[in-house]
């Protein structure tokens, strides 16, 4: 709860508006809607944040996501749901809920009434096999209100290929670089450009790469400044970041 | 090398202005200076990236310092080196190169002659032990042109001493946030803030913290959105992605 | 074996009322009963630590679990078993074997003759995935004897969730704290409450997770004192130990 | 903070007595003493855990230490002190600051003016060298207020160097086991009793050791119910959880 | 190729029985039989090392299986094939194989002529989840020709079944104990015996176990002397080198 | 883009040849194939390396390989498409992509219409289970243009069945060593030759093998000189070094 | 306490020869000699497992040691004390204890009265650097009554320096192999010999082998059949299990 | 021993020129030096491989060091010392050893009479503060007979001044790339060249650098094919594989 909320509350108190039992009552259980016993969604966190809750469905039953997007759809302005799977998606359109799944990405979107678009996130990735991370970044970044510019499969052991994008990645408030293997495309991005770098390790990989922590260790001992890192395959993350700091950057552009 | 300048020097020598033999060389050694054998500073950074190369001095021998500070005081507009002992600072003293020593946060600064400072940037710390790694953020940000706001000592085992701060907290383009042990704080400031987090794991523990390791899995594992992470103990790369996103704000809010 | 129980060995050898041989036989074989060559069952151990042998379903086929149900059926004064799985359960119930199948916590519960029910466990988790994991710790203790308040997601990204819960967590004798992702949340229930938190890291993430190693090494090193930890995804430990702490809070109350 | 003060609070605010501009100030910064920039002690933590903040010396300086050891001699009724090297125990008692130092421990300690005894707590050992450890837990628990015997060097590989202890471990409302090694030493103590076991490894050891790693992960692991784990050579953590549950039993049986 | 054969060989080169060339070939390819250009049988190896080449199945194509069993039944007084499927098993019986699979063991036996019984070797698990473990020890140990007594299910939390057995165990001389979860009984059992133990860590357990690391640390950390280890879940190599043991000593015996 | 390349492209457009739109474009664009918005193939990599781009089909759909392939088949010389599954090798036959699938070594090859076959590669494998990553060596190798000889089944338990291939090592330009295991083989190997040895770790093993670590880390610290490392099962990567040195001695010797 | 040590003790008992309290106190206390508080000696060892307690110096005071060596003088036929640096051995002398201070293996021998000498171990090791852990084995081997050949630098990057010794390795009853870096040698050795081979592993070595981890898990997977493996730098382990399996042997054919 | 001396030495006994008891004494003997008791010199491996004993100091005393370097002056066609500190370099001088000792590189170099140099060897590094492993590579490579071109300082964060050396990397036969950081270089230098790259980490870095451990699992992890690693800060190993190549190569064009 933030300042303003509580000062307005605490007047109506001193007011008389308010007896202390009420007003306790709200201090305790206002922004949270509980959900079936196993759920308390967060319905406070799009004010406090400047984005609603989004679901997480691994390790979710179906029983439970349909009830937790079903919540969501009452009082939140979009939703998006992430690491969903075909059948979970199948199921929420089989309950007739809104909403378009994207495939590549594992994402479930409802977007909101009043669409925002402004200022670019570019999302770059290493490989093919990066794309549903890679997706899932885009996917989350346009849904939360920005441009997005995909830049793919353009690794080190080829320079060239990333290179003819130099103009595209300088014009981009934030870049999301998605890459497995050996982590090594930040760095090399990072040294490209002046915005920040979010780097996202994926599980692409065998062997030495135990998951994925060879690119996440590669791209955290970065010898380009300004890359910062997010889980190993968290698309999502990276999307997240990316928009916040584009957010800002466009508002404040917007407003000159 | 950027694309206009790519564009004249090409027009450069279709105008027969500039010989083929010699765009050659200009296209392989121009941005670089070298400097004894030993290192090859990157003089075009400032121009691609926004700030110019920055010395990390551990594992370099004093002479090798004293070397490349020189040769960035002619040619940069200004000069950070980072983990620098005592010892090496007093011999730069010695030698009578300009600068000042922050011996909390092991720097030395050269300001720019036209020191920047807009937007704000907070760097947040869990525990007193902290304090090394939250001041070379802090420096770091500060020295590249943002304002900083300082909030140490407010770990999660007593959630009352954040929470006073939230005000502070909201006003800021980009939050650092420092902690060691279990590395819980950029959860729980990520949930109360909408710009961005960068999280520094530091290596503030014992036992099963594993030199940082415990904290900086609980960081790239955080709950909250909008969290990214940096290496253990890496003030300065934490202070250098946070002032990237405050500084296109704050130009971009300028800009208005 | 316990000390009053050696002594009236001694003192029926010294009486001849044993002979020594027949005391032997009976300090080397008796608190065991020998289930099909390949189980053990400590029937001593309700009188030595409180509750009787518990069985650890994981690893051990269909036939063996039945004999070593059935066995305890007929010498304790009641059976849990863990991680059962429900083809397991159904072969229980097609036997005919009393009890009850709790599908979330996989229990298998046959209660006391006598059951019990007094002081309080609070049991506490982070997100609605660590649901099994937290039944299996509520089931435990209740099984054991004590009174259950469960708490269920209310993870630190937005921490009023937890703190609408205070008075309940404070009027336990214990609380189980279960989390994955980060692994955050003992440390902040820690820094709330006056009694032993256990903490429970689940396996629930991905990534750098590691299979619930993040939030192990994030429980361990805890800035909150008072937190002790149990192993991954170990929903019945933590159960156990809290129910042990609330149990001899309970007893010495009863007695006043 | 907790619902009493908060309803006091809003009660005040509610009658006039208190204006809302002052019921924010006291909401926001009031439980904290904050010193020299570089700490916030958390002065409500007596109230809200039943113990006051404790200072962990590692990565302090002695300047530091001595201005916190200071403000907490004004504001809290005694003071414990850990991982303090005996140069800094020499300023404590150089600056005329009152306190003991238990050198084995590695603890200064400034005890209440009405110290409790009530309740046992069993400090274990496995071996000699585990000694450091064992007596910060045993100094913690006492300094808390319990009862406390020790009883050292009780390894497994002579079991009946334990099996002598039985009564002894069988009076303690809660048991401190601490070893190094393979830390075998909690799952047989584990098997003997019926109260809480709280398991301390220790880095007591070499090789595959991995600085205590081996033994932690035993612990984790113990086939005996009713064993948690605190970090690695944490003897504070283990005294502090093992006094809670004491403090709880004895309490209870006081009111009786 | 031990010395009195190739002192054989140069007698028979220096008598002209034998020339350089033929002598030279002896040399290289003696002591193998290839098998379908994917595998070398090592038939050399019983007069070497006392005991035919063991076939590991894991990894194997049946075919292949069947060809190198097949290629030892001409060659082999015996055959033990570990790690072996039940569907393997089959293809064996229906290709009309001799032998007999052993299904907890997962091995297959074709025993010697003239099998060998002599000395004893016990073979002790912790759980009975380490049952296939023990049993491929047991069943190695007793097809190369040890006597075999089987001590299961007897784990340090209740450590009277374990001391039932110490008159068995001394008479071994040699023991294999098999143990998961946190691997604490080789340490006691190797403060009982004079011979040596041969300590086998299995996969059995979870969470922070990491498929057999928690008991193989705490194995090769055992503060009881005489304790060696094997990889986890190397039944045949616990049940080998018991059986070299033993052997020695049965020998030695016998020649008595 | 090599620097003969960069000067014919300078040279055009200081002739008038070339305009420096065109100069540019041709800069940033040349020598990448886009395929379906999902891959970059370089084709620009048999110029500046030596041997086309390789296809790494795990992770990528069958529709992206099927495409990927096409459009090497149209630029390239020849096509290696590596841990390919049957059922994708099924799938390009259907769609009538010429080629050949190599069952155990995974991989799909069309071959070069003018096929090399110079100079000497040996492929030793310690095990007939390391046998799928041999072969994806050996493949590789004689696609390249080496010849190649295989060494199977030669673990170190039987040094006769190596020593008896000491000549073929011998005239080998590179020896690849494949082995999984303890990965002791290339140490003998890289005693015997004075070629360099590449080696091959497998993830052949169990327990404290940890997917092939065991070999990996063995290999690194290897005590014969000459010795280097591919990533765990990378049998192409072993292949793909051995045929380099190959190929530039066989050059070599060509051109005496 | 064994079995005949408790039947005397029972028959004391019925013949009244004893009392009960006695006989309890006596099996509570016996074989256990207690040391100023900080150490219990098992003065019962020599009978249950063959040798006496030994001193591991490491993390023990000098006064500690002191206190412990005097103590054992009086109550063992002789002393081991391993990893004594030599400031303490100086200690001891200085005391005027008995004993010699071995450097190289960092041991203190009190020999017995009527040392033992008997059967053959073999220490062998692969490189310089590994001397004192295998001076520790031999010291540790000798001390307790086995005849010990030492074979020391024959790695396996020149086999034909360890085959020149095969003769010397077939003699022996058992082989402890010393090996640090890749640690391939007992795989070799193990190829060679029908007796047990302990394989130690050292800390011999950097980078990826992180103090001794490569050559463990190495030998934990060795292909050679009959290796067992001991703590890195556990030369005492190896040298204790060796002389255990001499001895047994040694022993019977004494008796032949 | 290779193949043509076993011949010539069993012609030798097949013409009675060698009786049977010396061509053993030959075949158990002959190609071992022996010093001091503690090391054997591999005296045939400059035959074998083409290289003599190379002496690494790490782990051995001055005095073990002074007598192993005499015997290779006495043996050896020329002698490389690594890992030599510059106390160790000191006490040689002292000792009147000929030789010159290469501080950056810590290594003592006592050339061949006839020193070779041919064929090109590239040594590249990332860092300023990878010298002294990128030297020790250098140095290595040179004294073995390769011509050395260094390229120091030239990591990926400024891609411009790798580039600008293009033309000096296709002229070598093989190139060592040494990295810390993220050790992103080999895979950019992997992409650039035909030959193969040897890529050496080291362990300049901190936090999740763990010693080497990132850029090591980079580099195995490479997207770049060709590249083969060594282990951490082995710049011994890299040096000595990129001679074995070049080498190769310059003797077949030498030949031509």
Known sequence: MDEPQLRRLLEAVADGALDTAAALEQLRRWPITQVGGFAHIDTHR??????????Y???KTDDQIVAIVQAMLER???VLATRMSAATAARLSAEG???EYLATARCW???AAEP??????????????????????????STMGSRVERIYDVGVAGLHRLLGYAEALQQAHAVVVVAGMEGAL??????????PVIAVPTSVG??????????????LNSCASGVSVVNIDNGFGGGYCAHQINWQVAQAKGAA
Request: contains cysteine; negative net charge.
């Open 186 to 195: 930040p760095s090399v991005v990072g040294g490209l450009v002046a915005c």
């Open 116 to 141: 925002r678009s402004a200022g670019l996130v570019a999302v770059v990735c290493a490989g093919t096999s990066d794309l549903p991370v890679a997706e899932e970044a885009a996917v989350t970044a």
């Open 97 to 99: 809920l809104p909403g």
């Open 57 to 59: 469905c691994a390790g």
């Open 46 to 55: 799009d004010l406090r944040t400047g984005f609603p809750e989004v679901v």
């Open 206 to 219: 065998y062997g030495a790469h135990f998951g994925g922590l060879a690119p996440l260790l590669a791209m």
């Open 76 to 78: 939140q302005r979009c």
């Open 109 to 111: 979107v409802v977007p």
